[in-house]
């Protein structure tokens, strides 16, 4: 049996124990159709090129600073621009791939792309075939465009003060995830804008070797890496919606990096979770919703570096097959205010680790079943979890069966009365909260 | 879904458990209750060092009491420590450290002139080197299986290829050429030994020229080597090697076709954006550089044509001593294609049948599995996507592959077992995937502590491997062992792959070195001699010396060239005990070890001329110095050898002038 098949057992499970409310919370299966994006308005004054007319001889012809209006229909690529000249269209203005290559390349300071529907390129990825691709470029606003069946679809290389915002790419659904290119790829650029787009079915939105840049309220689903941000310090992640992607948000070997208020489901597959952090310190992240995740949210040697703290604070942990996997006993972290309600396991630490040397504090769990005498609305005794369970399934895998049902916790409760099988405590949490904490806003959307 | 028999199974387990649990109770009553440290059954033990039931198992499987043997012997290069080691499994033991690219005091390798001259055939650009960085030993095959003969490993740093004879296990040879300046994708050998592979790392200017690096495009070259292993002698043949020229691409691992695929070579690359850093020159670090694109090219070479190729005259030049194919002339006669492959890949893999090739890009999440009945007929149809700048036909990627696997995140290496699986090691993940090679399905995934790098399964890399074991080689160990100061051990785990899941049985910590790869071989089919036979045979050349010493025979002469010393070494004195040299005289020792007892080792060490001789029974060594200090050296054997070891000395007198 698949591991998928497992966990969505295992969620049955736990969806059937934890009745209507939590299920009527959960998102539905995945189907969600973008909302057709505006073009931006068609600028005030514009040079009005038909499909009759050479576009590249336009451009080449135009001066820095000139915007093209192009009417409704097709215009073959490649195009290339590169000085400061603005491209705009509605929808129905549509750049044509040739089959080679990229379609739309941009470089220099003050292009811009605006409306305009980009369809296809090369289908190379050894010289990253793309929709849109700007390189050395400054002060670049790409709004509104839709890049379709493209292998990668925006690409900024090498870039500052770029603005990706409100496109829409939708990636070639009919290939696996292995054969799609990007949707967006940042890479060597700094300053930089990711706002408002929408992308489906693509691969990964990645930041490489990109200090300093914002993406918020994006929407990315049915891809692999929701963004993946690799040696990109000070960068912020908030408000985006990341669905039934592998991974929603990946910090690797980054410091410094806001993760606020974004939606991370249905991160599933060999390697599914909403967050993953690997090496990276300074991370903050805070009123996330990781629902229905196999891992919300995974941990490797993180914080790295001495000094780095980590945390994670008021976030929503629902229905996810693990809420939080720590690699190895983590250290410099504080888990605070957050909620942890239906999850199959709450918390779970390889390599016979614990979560002991870290700050648990005012969380809430809904398997708690301590007492509030003096009704300060934390629990009297700590919350702990316990891994006995863990050292059996490891021994006896047919047991993973179990996971999460009464016979487990038979032969836990058995385990606490016999020394043979004395559960290891690994994580305490000295105040839990009695009450439900006040999360669970809409989607972030 | 799961099947009823399965859950039968389950059950049982958890009736077993509960029997367990009573028999504890039981047991824990009858052995003085919980909490006694001085009981000595196993549940008291398990009490005291607070050991689960599957820890207790994991022991079970790797325990070795004494005089007890292993079942398969791993031989992991030692990085750049520059040596070899040979570590027993399942019980984890090191049992041997063997010196091939640095000198070795133990070994006495590098302190006297046998293993001086094999050092020094390492030397490049009139440097002598002193250490080397020892990736990847190559046991020699037969058919594609190891047959335990020969050991070749390489040293990325100043490209050279070790051999180290498995009859003595000594290094016996170190070939280098001129022609590149760092290599990576090596030591790998053909099914049959015929060659053994080496291919560049980082580009230069071939023939160890300079260029500017600006001229990295036009000047700067990449290119594999493919050494001729000469069986019969046990040795390299230089002249009988050549050389195919290849773009300044990073090119990193490579695999030799198999069954299937024999007469064929893959090497993977990274860096085809040719990025050669400047960070301080306005221009990407070279690391962010070599990341831009979103593929490299896997390189597909027919070796049994290029062979072809270089015996034919005038399709070679002659570079820094070495035939090489140029660039255009491969790609003429039609002996070198690429793939593109995920970005920065690193293992490049065929499979036990030789049918696929199984490539992993580190900031991929699949394995991607070539098949190689597509490649063949692609470049037999000429069916080509493009060309790259040089000129290098490509082949579309889409129809070059049988599949993908999605395995996780960062893959890199991948072994083999006898079910059809494969094992591939996901570096960010820190885990070990298993996966079906058939199904091209991920089965498990097992963690392991922590960034693995390579990973090793018993014969894992042959046309028949064993399953059974495999060794996580993980790069770091953080929290894993003892503290012993910043400079932390690596960390080798043992996974079981025996069991129905895979498991971590056992941590060995790795303090002597930063192993990269290791093979792991059946310990019945490694068969040295444990004593050199009859004595007086120099290790480095398997012959007897011409300076060899028989018991009586040993004298010291005064010849034109020095002093001769014709020395034996037996239990327990040195024969001459007292050298008397004039100051400023050449001085040759001969020195015989003329036991043939089983591990009846002697040392020579001489007080501060620096020397060191290990002498196994049997073993002849030679050293050679001027007595330029005037005064009196006390020598004597290092290695503790009798009741009276410390009687078996005697005296360096140089006279002064």
Redesign the interface.
């Known amino acids: 049996m698949t591991r998928g098949a497992w966990s969505g057992l295992a969620l049955c499970v736990v969806a059937l124990a934890a009745g209507a409310s939590a299920r009527a919370r959960a998102p539905r299966a995945p189907a969600v159709q973008a909302p057709a994006r505006a073009a931006p308005p068609r600028p005030a004054s514009c040079r009005v090129l038909s499909p009759a007319d050479d576009l590249q001889a336009a451009i080449d012809a135009a001066d820095a600073g000139t915007t093209l209006c192009l009417e409704p229909g097709t215009y073959p690529g490649p195009v290339r621009i590169d000085r400061g000249i603005g491209l705009w269209g509605p929808r129905e203005a549509i750049v044509r791939s040739s089959g080679v290559g990229t379609t739309v390349s941009m470089t220099g300071a003050g292009c811009k792309l605006l409306g305009l529907t980009i369809q296809g390129s090369g289908d190379r990825f050894d010289i990253t075939d793309a929709g849109v691709n700007l390189s050395l470029a400054e002060d670049v606003r790409v709004e509104g465009v839709h890049v379709v069946r493209a292998t990668f679809g925006i690409v900024v290389e090498r870039s500052k003060r770029v603005a990706v915002q409100d496109c829409e790419i939708v990636g070639r659904a009919e290939l696996s995830i292995g054969m799609r290119g990007d949707a967006i790829r940042l890479w060597e650029t700094e300053d930089s804008t990711v706002a408002g787009n929408v992308v489906t079915d693509s691969r990964d939105v990645v930041v490489w070797y990109s200090p300093r840049n914002h993406l918020e309220g994006n929407r990315v689903e049915r891809s692999r890496y929701g963004t993946h941000l690799m040696y990109s310090r000070d960068s912020v992640v908030v408000r985006n919606r990341y669905a039934y992607n592998e991974v929603g948000v990946f910090v690797m070997y980054s410091r410094g990096i806001t993760v606020d208020d974004n939606l991370m489901a249905g991160a599933t597959g060999p390697a599914g979770m909403g967050l993953g952090l690997k090496e990276s310190g300074n991370v903050v992240a805070r009123g996330n919703r990781f629902i229905q995740d196999d891992v919300a949210v995974y941990v490797d040697t993180s914080p790295l570096q001495p000094g780095d703290f980590d945390v994670l604070e008021g976030n929503d942990f629902r229905l996810n097959q693990t809420a939080i996997v720590f690699h190895a006993s983590p250290r410099a972290t504080r888990i605070t205010a957050n909620s942890f309600r239906d999850n199959a396991t709450q918390v779970r630490v390889d390599g016979e680790g614990d979560a002991l040397g870290i700050d648990w504090d005012g969380n809430e769990w809904d398997d708690y079943r301590g007492y509030d005498l003096d009704r300060d609305g934390t629990g009297d005794v700590p919350y702990e979890v316990r891994s006995l369970a863990d050292d059996l399934t490891a021994r006896h895998p047919s047991l993973a069966f179990f996971d999460g049902s009464p016979v487990l916790a038979l032969v836990e409760a058995a385990g606490r009365v016999v020394p043979l099988l004395e559960p290891r405590t690994i994580l305490r949490d000295r105040r839990p909260r009695m009450h439900p904490l006040p999360l669970g806003r809409d989607d972030a959307s | 879904?799961?099947s009823s028999s399965?859950?039968a199974?389950?059950i049982a387990?958890?009736a077993g458990?509960?029997s367990?649990?009573?028999a504890?109770?039981a047991c824990?009553r009858r052995g003085g209750g919980?909490g006694s440290v001085t009981g000595t059954s196993t549940?008291d033990l398990?009490?005291a060092r607070g050991l689960?039931?599957?820890d207790v198992?994991a022991a079970l499987k790797t325990y070795t009491p004494s005089g007890k043997k292993d079942e398969y012997l791993t031989f992991a290069g030692g990085g750049h420590g520059g040596f070899m080691m040979i570590i027993g499994v399942p019980s984890m033991r090191i049992l041997r450290h063997i010196a091939v690219f640095s000198p070795e005091s133990w070994q006495g390798y590098g302190y006297g002139d046998q293993s001086d001259k094999v050092l020094a055939e390492g030397d490049r650009h009139n440097h002598k080197l002193t250490w080397g960085d020892s990736h990847h030993p190559a046991l020699s095959e037969s058919k594609g299986d190891y047959d335990g003969e020969y050991l070749f490993i390489n040293d990325k740093a100043n490209p050279r290829i070790a051999v180290v004879d498995l009859k003595h296990m000594v290094t016996t040879q170190i070939v280098t050429s001129g022609l590149i300046e760092s290599e990576h994708g090596a030591a790998f050998v053909t099914p049959n030994t015929e060659y053994v592979i080496e291919s560049t790392q980082y580009p230069a200017p071939l023939g160890g020229r300079y260029a500017p690096i600006e001229k990295y495009d036009t000047d700067y070259r990449g290119a594999v080597i493919f050494w001729k292993f000469d069986r019969a002698k046990g040795r390299i043949d230089p002249e009988r090697s050549f050389a195919i020229e290849l773009p300044p691409y990073m090119q990193d691992l490579s695999d030799a076709g198999k069954l299937d695929s024999d007469g064929w070579a893959f090497i993977n690359s990274f860096n085809?954006e040719r990025a050669y850093g400047g960070d301080k020159e306005g221009k990407?670090?070279l690391e962010?550089g070599a990341?831009?694109?979103?593929?490299?090219?896997l390189h597909v070479i027919n070796w049994r044509q290029a062979e072809q190729v270089a015996q034919a005259p005038g399709k070679t030049k002659t570079i820094a001593g070495m035939r090489t194919i140029p660039l255009d002339t491969a790609v003429n006669e039609g002996l070198l294609h690429f793939v593109?492959e995920?970005k920065s890949p690193h293992g490049c893999d065929v499979t036990p049948d030789g049918r696929d090739i199984v490539v992993a890009g580190k900031?991929?999440?699949?394995a991607?599995v070539y098949s190689f009945a597509n490649i063949k007929k692609l470049i037999d149809d000429k069916k080509f996507?493009?060309k790259d700048p040089y000129g290098v036909p490509?082949l579309p990627?889409?129809e070059s592959i049988r599949g993908?696997t999605?395995?996780?995140?960062g893959p890199l290496h991948t072994q083999f077992d006898d079910k059809g699986n494969a094992y591939t090691s996901m570096f960010?993940?820190?885990a070990v995937?298993k996966w079906s090679v058939k199904d091209l399905?991920?089965i498990?995934?097992v963690?392991v502590?922590?960034n693995i790098g390579h990973l090793v399964s018993a014969e894992g890399d042959t046309v028949n491997p064993d399953g059974k074991y495999l060794i996580a080689m993980n790069k770091?160990s953080?929290?894993?062992f003892d503290n012993v100061g910043p400079l932390l051990p690596q960390n080798f785990q043992l996974v079981d792959l025996a069991a129905?899941?895979m498991?971590v049985l056992y941590d060995m910590p790795i303090g002597l070195g930063e192993p990269h790869y290791a093979q792991m071989i059946k310990a019945d089919k490694i068969h040295p001699e444990q004593v050199y036979k009859p004595a007086g045979i120099d290790p480095y050349t398997g012959q007897r010396d011409p300076f060899a010493v028989e018991g009586g025979q040993e004298r010291i002469e005064r010849r034109p060239d020095g002093v001769h010393v014709f020395m034996t070494e037996v239990r327990s004195h040195l024969t001459p005990d007292i050298v008397r040299v004039k100051q400023g005289e050449t001085v040759h020792f001969h020195i015989t070890n003329v036991e043939q007892a089983l591990d009846a080792t002697h040392g020579f060490a001489l007080d501060s001329y620096n020397v060191n001789l290990s002498l196994e029974p049997g073993k002849h060594s030679n050293v050679t110095l001027v007595a330029d200090q005037p005064g009196v050296f006390p020598m004597y054997c290092t290695e503790f050898c009798s009741a009276l070891h410390l009687e078996m000395a005697g005296y360096f007198l140089v006279e002064p002038k």
């Not at chain 2, 990341?291 to 090219?297: A, F, G, P, W």
């Not at chain 2, 999605?406 to 995140?409: D, I, S, V, Y």
Request: net charge positive; hydrophobic share 35%; no cysteine.
């Open positions: 879904m799961r399965s859950k199974r389950a387990v958890v458990i509960a367990i649990t009573l504890g109770v824990s919980p549940l398990m009490k689960t039931e599957a198992s085809t990407p670090p962010s990341s831009k694109n979103d593929m490299d090219y593109p995920p900031l991929d999440t699949h991607t996507e493009a490509i990627f889409a993908q999605e395995l996780g995140l960010l993940e820190s995937a399905k991920l498990e995934k963690p502590h922590y770091w953080i929290d894993r129905p899941k498991r």
